[in-house]
Each structure stands twice: as structure tokens, then as C-alpha cells.
């Protein structure tokens, strides 16, 4: 199986700071097609995940464009340009690319200074 | 509205059975791959397993092989998980999600414990 590992798990940032989350694959997530299929989600507290970023950059409808996803091959990010209070949560990449099973990263909390 | 909505979770004994269910509204159900994604107590996220969109291909995560079974009714829009032998470890909150992931119903609850 594919093992996800972000980093940090936790993430304290000041209000109107940048943030950024990283997120490792242990095998090279390029599909046979040409595309990577990892994906981002955020939890925010009490409510259902919600993907945010799909196949690495793609913002999904709705989400803010300060948020924002790179990466190739084993090694994404997941940034936010200006933390907001609403952004307070849990972070997960998640790699379709080689599934049974799809994986999920261990999460990365983000709280407000 | 596109919306999924989980029910029939609730407290089972250890190797009992369970059956959850999730309703679909606001999309071409019968056009989608279907997921279900478990969160344990203060933990997070866990793939349970997918069923292709004329139920002919199911997959499951190893942990719930052989005691788990995924399966739809596309004339109901429904998406079912039967649990039976349900471990204590099983007990998490169970969203029903679609294929890409991009709609989360809110879950139900499953508690195991004698």
C-alpha cells in the first residue's frame, strides 16, 4: 500500500500569515495516463470533509484561490496565502493513483496563534 | 442540491450486524463510483471501500475483507454497507462519498461494544 506522510501534523499560524503543508508519497503517484491523482481535503471542527484540490493544482469550485497545490511525482504541497479564521481545521492528502486502498495522509491540524 | 445522506448506524455487539445506508439526491447516482470513508474517535480519515457504478466491481481496505459488503440500488439511488462481525475497532463515524471524493454526506455513527 501507499503510505501518505504530511508534515507538520500541527500548524499554528498567525491570522493573515501564509501556510503551507507538505505531503510524501512513498511511490511516485503518475498514473499510467499521465495524471496524478492526489488530492486535498480540509475538516474544519464538527463538519464532513471537503475536497479542496484535485490531481495535484485543480481548485475545486467554490474554494477560495488562496489556496493553492503543487507538487509531482512524491512530493505536494498544500498552501494557503493569507490564513483566515475559517481555514481552522484538519488538512489530508489523499492519493487515488494506486488503489486498493486509496490512502490518506495522518492529517495536519491548523489552528490560529 | 447535490446531497448524500447516511442512516442506520447505531450501537452493535461485537459479531453482530449492521447495515448502513446512504441516500443520494441532486446528481446522476447510477454514473458514479461510490466510496465509503471512516473516521475513528479523534482520528482520521480511512478508505472502507468503492463499488463501481453497475456494482460489478467492488474493493474493499484488507481490514474489513470478508465481513464487509458494499453494494447499490440505482433505481433508489442508495448506496449500502453490511457490516457483519463488526470489531471494536470498526466503530467510527461512516461517510457514504461519491467516486472522485468530491461529495461528503454528513455520516452515521457506528458504536461496537457488548
Known amino acids: 500500500d501507499v503510505v501518505m506522510t504530511q508534515s507538520p501534523l500541527s500548524l499554528p499560524v498567525t491570522l493573515g500569515q501564509p501556510a503551507s503543508i507538505s505531503c510524501r508519497s512513498s511511490?511516485?503517484?503518475?498514473?499510467?495516463?499521465?495524471?496524478?491523482?492526489l488530492h486535498w481535503f480540509q475538516q474544519r471542527p464538527g463538519q464532513s470533509p471537503r475536497r479542496l484540490i484535485y490531481?495535484?493544482?485543480n481548485r475545486d469550485s467554490g474554494v477560495p484561490d488562496r489556496f493553492s497545490g503543487s507538487g509531482s511525482g512524491t512530493d505536494f504541497t498544500l498552501k494557503i496565502s493569507r490564513v483566515e479564521a475559517e481555514d481552522v481545521g484538519v488538512y489530508y492528502c489523499?492519493?487515488?493513483?494506486?488503489?486498493?486502498?486509496?490512502?490518506f495522509g495522518q492529517g495536519t491540524k491548523v489552528e490560529i496563534k | 442540491e447535490v446531497q448524500l445522506v447516511e442512516s442506520g448506524g447505531g450501537l452493535v455487539q461485537p459479531g453482530g450486524s449492521l447495515r448502513l445506508s446512504c441516500a443520494a439526491s441532486?446528481?446522476?447516482?447510477?454514473?458514479?463510483?461510490m466510496s465509503w470513508v471512516r473516521q475513528a474517535p479523534g482520528k482520521g480519515l480511512e478508505w472502507v471501500a468503492n463499488?463501481?457504478?453497475?456494482?460489478?466491481?467492488?474493493y474493499y481496505v484488507d481490514s474489513v475483507k470478508g465481513r464487509f459488503t458494499i453494494s447499490r440500488d440505482n433505481a433508489k439511488n442508495s448506496l449500502y454497507l453490511q457490516m457483519n462481525s463488526p470489531r471494536a475497532e470498526d466503530t467510527a463515524l461512516y461517510y457514504c462519498?461519491?467516486?472522485?471524493?468530491?461529495?461528503w454526506g454528513q455520516g452515521t455513527t457506528v458504536t461496537v461494544s457488548s
Open positions: 463499488i463501481k457504478q453497475d456494482g460489478s466491481d467492488k
Open positions: 490531481k495535484v493544482s
Open positions: 441532486g446528481f446522476t447516482f447510477s454514473d458514479s463510483w
Open positions: 511511490q511516485s503517484l503518475v498514473y499510467s495516463d499521465g495524471n496524478t491523482y
Open positions: 462519498a461519491s467516486g472522485n471524493m468530491d461529495v
Open positions: 489523499l492519493q487515488g493513483t494506486h488503489w486498493p486502498p486509496y490512502t
